[in-house]
């Protein structure tokens, strides 16, 4: 099995930035087996969105509309690491942010949709100020 554990949260001001990591552990095996890894997050009283993922074994990334041009997701195998930069942040980012990864086949997509992930990290709370 694998576990994920996210850090790098906070809370900063509009137009600030933070980084978020993913780490990832395990049987080797197991982590070996992951296809795609994403980047989720939560507000109070909304449903949990998709923001960003990657193919682990690949360039393709995605990335949802409202973060664009913004947030870059990327990885480091070595470290079995998954990152989230997040530039010009705005209040409405705020929410819990959760890892995710996707174990086995992905199907040939790792768009992020929560229902299409099976492992996920316990979330990191990121909360922009005006």
């Known amino acids: 099995q694998v576990q994920l554990v996210e850090s790098g949260g906070g809370s900063v001001q509009a137009g600030g930035s933070l980084r978020l990591s993913c780490a990832a552990s395990g049987h080797p095996y197991s982590i070996y087996s992951i296809s795609c890894m994403g980047w989720f997050r939560q507000a109070p009283g909304k449903e949990r969105e998709g923001v960003a993922s990657i193919y682990t074994g690949g360039i393709s990334t995605y990335y949802a509309d409202s973060v664009k041009g913004r947030f870059t997701i990327s990885q480091d195998n070595a470290k079995n690491t998954l990152y989230l930069q997040m530039n010009s942040l705005k209040p409405e980012d705020t929410a819990m942010y959760y890892c995710?990864?996707?174990?086995?086949?992905?199907?040939?997509?790792?768009?992020?949709?929560?229902?299409?992930?099976?492992?996920w990290g316990q979330g990191t709370q990121v909360t922009v100020s005006s």
């Open positions: 995710a990864a996707v174990r086995g086949p992905s199907g040939g997509s790792c768009y992020p949709r929560p229902e299409g992930y099976n492992t």
